[in-house]
C-alpha cells in the first residue's frame, strides 16, 4: 500500500487477482455448485472427525454409507476467497479488521447485530405461535374480498417499512404472509413479492430504515431529516405506489374476488400465550427504541446498543423457559439436524411442501418427532461422547431455544463478513480510484448522474457485488474520492454530487429487490424464511417477477431526483 490511507495509487497483479476473486465469489453466491468429495478422500475425513470426537462411531458408521458433497456457495465460496487472498498477500489483517470493524461512516458489526438480534427475537415470537395466530385473524376480520386485503396489506407493508425498515418487516411478516396464505388457500406468490417489494422501496424514507442509508448519511454528513428525507420521501412512495397496479396486473387470476370463510379459532394456534406475548412486547419497544435514538445527534446512541441486549434477552427468556416450563418439550419440534457436518447430509423429518403457486393440504397434527438422541447400547455401554452427541442432549434439554438458534440465518453472518472484507480489498488494491475516474466521465450533467449511478447501483452492483450494502461501500468511496468530487464538472455543478448520493440513496434501496437474492441480506433472509415454511422460490422466479417493478422505480426515482434537484437547489 503506497498512499497514507492504506489504498493503491495503482493497480498491479494483486489488483487483477482480488478482483477475479471477486468475480468468482460472485458467480458462486448466485449459481452454488456442488463438488461431491472422492471417495479416497472421504474416509480419512470421517476419521479425523471421529478421531477429533466432533462425530462419534453411530455418526462415522451412517455418513460413511453417504456420499459427502463440498457446496461452493454463499456459505462457503466468500470464505474460501478470503482465506486465498490472505494466502497470496493480496490482502493483510488490516483489511480484516477494516472490513468487520469498519470505519466512521460505517460499522459492517453494527449492521450484523441488527440483523441476528432481530432475526431472533422474531424467530422466537413466531415459535410460539403468535404470528400465525394473528395471521388467522386478519384472514377472519379482513372481510370476504381478497383484493381488498391485498390493497389493505400492501398499504400496511409500505407503512411499517417506511417506519421501522426492511429487515424487521421481512422477518416478522414473511412468516405471517405464509401463515395467511395457507389457511386462506390463496397462492402465495403475489401476497409474498408484494410484501417484499414495499419493505424495500419504503425502507429510503427514514435514514433509520436500512443500513445503507445509514451509510450514505454518515459519509457525507447529512442531517437525517432535512438533508435526506426530504430528498428520498417522494422518489420512495411514488414508485411504491405506482408498483401496485403492475403487481395487480402480473397476478390478477391469482388473487381471488372472494375469499374463503376460516372456521378455525385463530388464538388457538398460540402454543406459549406468556412467551406470545412477552416477545411481542420486546420486538415492539427494541423498534422504537431503535427509531427514536436514531434521531439522537452525533450518533451518540449505536444500533448495537439496543439490539444486542434485546437479542440477549431474548435469548434467556427462551433458556429460563425451558428451564421452568420442561412441558415446552411436547410444543416444539425440533428437527435432527446434528447428523452431519456437512450442510447438504442435513437429515430432516419429510415436510410437505407448499411451492409458491400452490399450497400445502390442511393436515392434521403431527406426533412429536423422536427425542434427537437416545442411548445407543452395546452391552451396556452407552453411546460415547462426541460433539455431536453432546449437542443432541443440549437440544433435548433446551427445545425452544434449541428450534430458534437452528433457524437463525447464521450462514449470513460470515457471509457478510466476508463480504465487506473482500470489498475493502478492492478499495485498498486501487481500483475505487480506477471506478471514480470512469464514473466521473460518465457523470457529466445532472441528468447523466442520476439515471447512471441509480441504475449501476440499482441493477449491477447492489445483486452482484455482495449485498445492497456492499454495493454501498463501493460507491460512497467512488463518490467521496477526488477523481470524482473534485472532478471538472462536479466543481462546475453542485448538483451532479448531490444527484449521486441522492440516486445511490434509492439505487441501494430499489436494488434489495433485483434479479438475485444477494442483492441486500433481507433477500436472502425472505427466500431463507419462505423455505422454512415450504414455499420454494426459485432464483429464475424471482429474476422474472422483479425485472419489471425494478426496471419502473428506479427510472421514476431517478426522474424525482433530477426533479428535486433543480427544485430544491
Not at 490472505?86 to 480484516?96: D, F, N, Y
Not at 407448499?354 to 399450497?359: A, K, Q, S, T
Request: hydrophobic residues 50%.
Amino acid at each position: 500500500m503506497t498512499e497514507l490511507d492504506g489504498q493503491q495509487g495503482h493497480l498491479n497483479g494483486h489488483s487483477g487477482f482480488i478482483l477475479a476473486v471477486f468475480c468468482v465469489v460472485s458467480i458462486f453466491v448466485i449459481w452454488p455448485l456442488r463438488i461431491p468429495i472422492p471417495k479416497p478422500a472421504q474416509r480419512p475425513l470421517l476419521l479425523l472427525l471421529r478421531s477429533t470426537r466432533i462425530i462419534s462411531h453411530g455418526d462415522y458408521d451412517k455418513l460413511s454409507q453417504q456420499r459427502l458433497h463440498l457446496s461452493l456457495s454463499l456459505k462457503t465460496a466468500p470464505i474460501i476467497g478470503v482465506i486465498l487472498l490472505l494466502a497470496t498477500t493480496t490482502i493483510h489483517g488490516s483489511t480484516i479488521k477494516l472490513g468487520i470493524k469498519g470505519d466512521e461512516s460505517i460499522k459492517p458489526y453494527d449492521v450484523l447485530v441488527l440483523f441476528i438480534s432481530l432475526a431472533y427475537i422474531s424467530i422466537a415470537l413466531d415459535g410460539t405461535g403468535a404470528l400465525e395466530a394473528v395471521a388467522l385473524w386478519v384472514s377472519k376480520k379482513g372481510g370476504s374480498s381478497g383484493r381488498l386485503l391485498f390493497l389493505y396489506l400492501y398499504a400496511f407493508f409500505l407503512l411499517t417499512a417506511c417506519i421501522v425498515g426492511n429487515d424487521p418487516l421481512i422477518l416478522s411478516g414473511t412468516p405471517f404472509l405464509a401463515y395467511l396464505t395457507h389457511h386462506s388457500k390463496l397462492q402465495p406468490e403475489a401476497w409474498t413479492f408484494s410484501e417484499f417489494m414495499a419493505a424495500n422501496t419504503a425502507s429510503a424514507v427514514l435514514v433509520s430504515s436500512n443500513p445503507t442509508n445509514i451509510l450514505i448519511a454518515g459519509s457525507f454528513s447529512l442531517n437525517y431529516l432535512t438533508d435526506f428525507t426530504k430528498w428520498t420521501v417522494l422518489p420512495s412512495i411514488i414508485p411504491a405506489i405506482l408498483t401496485y397496479p403492475i403487481l395487480m396486473a402480473m397476478f390478477w387470476k391469482k388473487i381471488p374476488k372472494t375469499l374463503i370463510p376460516i372456521e378455525v379459532d385463530p388464538w388457538s394456534k398460540l402454543r406459549d400465550r406468556i412467551g406470545a406475548f412477552a416477545l411481542s412486547a420486546l420486538m415492539l419497544i427494541t423498534i422504537a427504541v431503535l427509531v427514536g435514538t436514531s434521531f439522537v445527534p452525533g450518533h451518540a446512541v449505536e444500533v448495537w446498543m439496543v439490539t444486542m441486549p434485546a437479542g440477549v434477552l431474548a435469548f434467556c427468556f427462551e433458556v429460563v423457559s425451558d428451564l421452568w416450563r420442561p412441558d415446552g418439550k411436547q410444543e416444539v419440534a425440533v428437527k435432527d439436524s446434528y447428523t452431519s457436518s456437512t450442510e447438504d447430509q442435513i437429515v430432516e423429518p419429510p415436510r410437505e411442501q407448499l411451492p409458491v403457486d400452490g399450497h400445502a393440504k390442511e393436515s392434521k397434527e403431527e406426533p412429536d418427532p423422536p427425542p434427537l438422541s437416545t442411548p445407543n447400547t452395546i452391552g451396556s455401554a452407552t453411546e460415547e461422547w462426541s460433539l455431536l452427541s453432546f449437542a443432541r442432549n443440549v437440544a433435548n434439554r433446551f427445545p425452544r431455544t434449541t428450534r430458534t438458534v437452528r433457524r437463525l440465518p447464521i450462514s449470513l453472518l460470515p457471509f457478510a463478513m466476508c463480504e465487506f472484507i473482500l470489498v475493502r480489498g478492492l478499495e485498498q488494491r486501487g481500483w475505487i480510484k480506477v471506478f471514480a475516474q470512469g464514473f466521473a466521465n460518465a457523470c457529466t450533467t445532472p441528468a447523466k448522474t442520476v439515471f447512471f449511478m441509480g441504475f449501476v447501483s440499482a441493477a449491477f452492483l447492489c445483486p452482484l457485488a455482495g449485498t445492497n450494502i456492499g454495493a454501498t461501500i463501493i460507491l460512497v468511496e467512488i463518490m467521496r474520492n477526488p477523481a470524482f468530487s473534485q472532478s471538472s464538472a462536479a466543481l462546475a455543478d453542485h448538483r451532479i454530487l448531490l444527484g449521486a448520493i441522492y440516486s445511490v440513496a434509492m439505487g441501494s434501496n430499489i436494488g434489495a429487490f433485483s434479479y438475485t437474492f444477494a442483492g441486500s441480506l433481507a433477500g436472502l433472509l425472505w427466500r431463507d424464511l419462505l423455505a422454512d415454511k415450504g414455499i420454494k422460490v426459485s432464483q429464475l422466479k424471482f429474476a422474472r417477477v422483479n425485472a419489471l417493478p425494478l426496471l419502473m422505480q428506479i427510472t421514476t426515482a431517478s426522474a424525482i431526483v433530477l426533479g428535486e434537484l433543480y427544485w430544491f437547489s
